[in-house]
Structure formats: C-alpha cells, structure tokens
C-alpha cells in the first residue's frame, strides 16, 4: 500500500457567488521512503495541493476526489482528526522562513509548543536541543528570538519542527523560497538526509528546477491547475522530457540560455476549451483549441498530456 495515494482532486472556491475549479484531476501516488515533487510557476495551484493533503485550507475552499494516508482517508476526517494527524505523523516545512517563526517568541517556546502538540507531555531543554542538533544548529540557538536568525538558520529551524516528532511524512512548501545560494545547498541536504532516503517519505512543492533536481524522485510537472506530465525527475530533468511546457520550462532556466516562455498561463476564470498550454505553444493547432488532451500513460513510469506525443 502506498504511504500517500491522491485521487481525482479537484480543490475550488467560492468567490463572489460563484464556485471556481482552480485545481483539478489530480492524481499522485507515493511510497513510504521516497520523495515527489511538484514543480510550476508561480500561481499554477501547486501549495493548495499540500494544503488539502493538510487540511488548511480556507473556509471557502471545497475539496472533491480523494486523500488517502495509508488506510486513512484524509479528505473525510474532521478537524481534530486531522491535526491529531499532523501532530504525530505528517510534518510540516511551510514556505516563507523568514515570516513563519513566531517574533515574539524564542525558539525553544516555539518548539514546546510543537512537542506538546504531539506527544501532550512537557518538554526539556535537553528535547529541544536535540531537535536543534539534527539540523545543525547549536544548543545557544533554543533562546534566540526569529530576528537574531540568519535566513537559512530559520529555514533550518522550521525543518527541524517539521520533524521533530518524527514523521512519516515530511511536507515542505516552498522551503527555500528567499534563501541565498548558499542556504538553499545547505537546505536541500538537510532535507536529503532528513527524508526520501528510505526511511521517511518527501513531498515537495518547488518552482526550483535547481531544488528538483538535487532532490530526486518522482517529478509532477503543473501547469494551470492540473498536472501535463509525471515521470522520474532524471527522465524529466536529464533526459526525454515530452510536454512542451515541461521543454519551455527548462529552457526557462539559467544553465539552458535562458530563453523565456511567451505569454502567461491563463486564470482559472479564463480557462480554454482545449489544452490550457494552446496559447503558449508552437505545436498548438485546431484540434489543440477544440478538446482537452487526456493524461495518457506513455511508459510505465511517464505520464503526459499533450495530443502530440
């Protein structure tokens, strides 16, 4: 059995009187010890899939399809379930370190907290310097407020919460967003010792084909709110990638020429008929405008939507 299995997910909401589909069709499986990726560009809906996996999404969101998490079916949990969940067996790795420690607060307070939360027993200093020493940070660290925190001892610091009651599960959002070169390496190895290697199972949200590819795994490729192409990220990344945005996406990218895409990705209000990619791609033709492309599987392991390949 899988440790996580998404099926047919569609996540919209209720804006204005009216209900808008921003993510639909989802489907993604993974195994326990290995890592998923979920890369776009920014707005495609990639973090509202991490939050229906979490359960924080706003009121006016509605969820249809399926989450299960193990045998657990996540999408028809109540409230506190789900966060007796997330306390105990799914971490947490939000995006925006510099922003989601708490600033009045030292480091150590924050961790009790998180502590509490899992296992309902008091905390020692001795527990907290403990979750400071798996990611690197020294003991002086537990009495330092967020502001005295360079940007990557904070991204560290939100690793080791995430993590602290070991989880099954580790969901990182974005965890390098705003961090210099030499954070970010620091980061990502962090996170490869920490989670996919076997033991505990990664599920990354990135737009950083540099994060991707350091982090190696099964590789979903979003564009407008729906996957275009699932294959193992070196396949992606390294070898035969098939989706013309997934081609237009690496050629995005610095050590490729950095050749950018024409045009933008369309809202979710403005939608086509036919392939959402039709307006920004060179292959597009008639039928392109006319029918949607299905999610077909090409190989055993690669999956694209493209009525060309």
């Known amino acids: 059995m899988s440790l996580l299995h998404i099926s047919n997910l569609d996540i919209g909401f209720h804006l204005k009187g009216r209900s808008v589909t921003v993510v639909d069709g989802i489907e993604l499986e993974l195994a326990r010890g290995e890592r998923a990726t979920i890369i776009g560009e920014s707005g495609c809906g990639k973090s509202l899939i991490a939050m229906a996996l979490l359960g924080i999404l706003p009121s006016n969101a509605t969820v249809r399809g399926s989450i299960y998490f193990g045998s657990q079916l996540l999408t028809e949990l109540d409230k506190t379930a789900l966060r007796r969940i997330r306390a105990t067996r799914i971490g947490y790795v939000p995006q925006s370190a510099a922003t989601c420690l708490n600033p009045v607060f030292r480091f150590e307070t924050q961790a009790r907290e998180v502590l509490h939360a899992g296992n309902g027993l008091a905390t020692t200093p001795a527990s907290v310097s403990k979750i400071l020493a798996r ?165 055993a392991d690669h999956w694209v939507r493209c009525h060309h390949v």
């Open 135 to 299: 990611v690197g940070l020294v003991p002086a660290v537990a009495r330092m407020y967020p502001h005295q925190l360079s940007e990557g001892m904070k991204g560290r610091a939100l690793v080791g919460l995430g993590t602290c009651r070991q989880p099954e599960l580790l969901v990182a959002d974005e965890p390098t967003k705003g961090l210099d070169n030499d954070a970010k390496a620091d980061l990502v190895a962090l996170l490869r010792n920490l989670a996919g290697n076997g033991t505990r199972s990664l599920f990354l949200i990135t737009h950083d084909l540099d994060v991707a590819r350091a982090l190696p795994g099964k590789l979903a490729v979003m564009y407008a709110g729906h996957f275009v192409e699932i294959a193992p990220s070196h396949t992606i990344l390294e070898e035969t990638p098939l989706h013309p945005y997934t081609k237009g996406l690496l050629r995005s990218h610095p050590s490729n020429g950095l050749h950018p895409m024409p045009g933008r990705a369309p809202e979710a209000l403005h939608r086509p008929t036919g392939c959402r990619f039709v307006n920004r791609c060179a292959r597009a033709d008639a039928g392109c405008m006319r029918q949607p492309p299905s999610f077909r599987q090409i190989a």
